[in-house]
T-cell receptor
Framework: SAVISQKPSRDICQRGTSLTIQCQVD?????MFWYRQQPGQSLTLIAT?????????ESGFVIDKFPISRPNLTFSTLTVSNMSPEDSSIYLC??????????FGQGTRLTVV | SQQGEEDPQALSIQEGENATMNCSYK?????LQWYRQNSGRGLVHLIL?????REKHSGRLRVTLDTSKKSSSLLITASRAADTASYFC????????????FGSGTKLNVKP
């Protein structure tokens, strides 16, 4: 298994500001993933955070809006930039053991007002 | 959703009845997994089925996979009130089995 810690667990932010979410894993992993879960919806993959190279973004997500850092094999950050109320969601960090289940952090519940 | 649809979107049954949820996906996969999410909480992994498998069981759970139809089903037998949750299928695409795309989910309500 993997233990994933996310910070903050929740936040209320003003529109136009940015929030950086941290994800710490208890062991080294090659890839980490960031998901968004809008209210009442399923999980949408935002990007893959690769150590030593730029993140790989899914269709509809761009680096300017969701910059990602991956300084080492146990840590990543996701920034939600220039926030609007539409960014209100739960943001989840995830890791996968090779070919097995995905493990998720408890998520960061973001409300933009 | 990025991957496909699940149906039904919502399902309400009595305790003791069986619940069946279906998942369709778009591309060839390495494996498919089912997760449960209780309201406002984290995701719990239920079961993984690989693309070369057709059926798997785990306790009261039975998962089938039909790669020719790009579909899977999750059967929960003898449901309990504690099974009330949202259920999601997630697929790992062929060639990149480390990332997952989630289906739209089914909200299951089991009435006591």
């Amino acid at each position: 298994s993997a233990v994933i810690s996310q910070k903050p667990s929740r936040d209320i932010c003003q529109r136009g500001t940015s929030l950086t979410i941290q994800c710490q894993v208890d062991s080294q992993v090659t890839m980490m993933f960031w998901y968004r879960q809008q209210p009442g919806q399923s999980l949408t993959l935002i990007a893959t955070a690769n150590q030593g190279s730029e993140a790989t973004y899914e269709s509809g997500f761009v680096i300017d809006k969701f910059p990602i850092s991956r300084p080492n094999l146990t840590f990543s950050t996701l920034t939600v930039s220039n926030m609007s109320p539409e960014d209100s969601s739960i943001y989840l960090c995830s890791v996968v053991r090779q070919g097995t289940e995905a493990f998720f952090g408890q998520g960061t519940r973001l409300t933009v007002v | 959703s990025q991957q496909g649809e699940e149906d039904p979107q919502a399902l309400s049954i009595q305790e003791g009845e069986n619940a069946t949820m279906n998942c369709s996906y778009k591309t060839s996969i390495n494996n498919l997994q089912w997760y449960r999410q209780n309201s406002g909480r984290g995701l719990v992994h239920l079961i993984l089925i690989r693309s070369n498998e057709r059926e798997k069981h785990s306790g009261r759970l039975r998962v089938t996979l039909d790669t020719s139809k790009k579909s899977s089903s999750l059967l929960i037998t003898a449901s309990r009130a504690a099974d009330t949750a949202s259920y999601f299928c997630a697929t790992a695409p062929q060639g990149n089995f480390n990332k997952f795309y989630f289906g739209s989910g089914t909200k299951l309500n089991v009435k006591p």
